[in-house]
């Protein structure tokens, strides 16, 4: 393996995935077909698409897409003959079915998330990915919510269900550089294929956050074009590819292109790139998912509390996904006491 092999990063785009957080999962056929147009041509390795919180999430809940995931795969499968498609699975919402229809319909990769603690929920999903043919690789989120020793060990379980990759999610936007590089490293030590970090920008530490992870020995790093994200947003991927490639990692893809897929993500799939506004900020402090800032913000509005505070006291209790009724019992104690 020649050095530059060795030091290579595999970069994945969640652009038309994550990014659908920022827009109520309103993204259009032609909106999709733009960008994973565009992305194609810079040579982007992977692009992620679907629903915000992945396959089968679509529903009353947490947010109905405009385009149902048949229509997404089928779009962004059409657009893209060089690049891989993934997607994104979160047991509970999505299924084994929702599995063997992205197959289908062209799915190279998934990633199967859970949250930091809870790779148990993984197997199963792993394991019909495998037998489908896709390229399996699994996540944990909110990652600031356990210490190294235990992301190592729950990465390690990852790989025995079949994961071909593994590492965590900074849902929150919580973390700091040192803090990546405990966790990654130590993840590093514990599994023996590669590892994978996704960065939010809620304390402006997207980019070093995902420069630490390389550095700790991270090698596939997720970025969206401009940022594309909720709340704050996530690592901008065209920052990330050209500091990535400033520092000697090579990352294979086209930074000229890549330019201009980020201007066509910032003119047509978003009402402006994302900014790390005061809400944001304090649900990075908190250690609050940022996709929860809507429902937070309009809990706080109705009760009559400080969002400020709704974050932190949802912090305190540890608000996961899944977890939305605590929002407004929290609100509740916050206006009673």
């Not at 996530?234 to 897929?261: C, D, H, M």
């Not at 305190?316 to 104690?333: F, P, S, V």
């Amino acid at each position: 393996m020649t050095a530059d092999a060795a030091r290579k990063i595999l970069i994945h785009d969640p652009t038309l995935r994550d990014g659908h957080h920022a827009v109520r999962h309103q993204l259009t056929a032609a909106q999709l077909r733009a960008y994973a147009e565009a992305a194609d041509a810079a040579r982007v390795p992977v692009v992620e698409i679907g629903h915000g919180n992945g396959l089968g999430a679509s529903s009353a809940q947490i947010g109905q897409a405009l385009l149902s995931d048949d229509e997404m795969l089928t779009v962004v499968r059409e657009a893209m003959p060089d690049t891989r498609m993934g997607v994104f699975l979160v047991p509970g919402w999505g299924t084994t079915a929702d599995l063997r229809n992205a197959a289908c319909r062209g799915a190279n990769l998934v990633r199967i998330a859970a949250h930091a603690t809870e790779a148990d929920l993984t197997e199963r999903h792993l394991e019909e990915a495998g037998e489908l043919g896709l390229e399996a690789h699994s996540v944990l989120l909110m990652s600031h919510m356990a210490h190294p020793g235990q992301l190592a060990e729950q990465c390690a379980m990852l790989t025995q269900f079949g994961a071909r990759a593994v590492g965590i999610m900074d849902s929150a936007g919580h973390l700091l550089p040192d803090d990546v590089s405990a966790r990654i490293s130590a993840i590093a030590s514990a599994v023996h294929v590669p590892v994978i970090f996704h960065g939010h920008n809620n304390l402006g530490m997207a980019i070093a956050n995902s420069v630490a992870a390389v550095q700790a020995g991270a090698r596939i790093i997720d970025g969206c074009a401009r940022g594309f994200g909720a709340g704050a947003g996530n690592a901008q991927l065209e920052v990330l590819v050209a500091v990535l490639e400033r520092l000697g990692y090579p990352t294979g893809i086209r930074l000229k292109a890549l330019l201009r897929a980020a201007d066509i993500a910032e003119e047509q799939l978003m009402p402006a790139p994302p900014t790390i506004d005061s809400v944001s900020l304090v649900s990075g402090l908190a250690g609050v998912f940022s996709g929860f800032k809507g429902r937070v913000l309009a809990t706080a509005a109705d009760h009559g509390v400080d969002p400020v505070d709704l974050f932190f006291a949802l912090g305190e209790r540890g608000l996961i996904a899944g977890q939305e009724d605590l929002i407004l019992d929290t609100a509740l104690k916050l206006r009673n006491a």
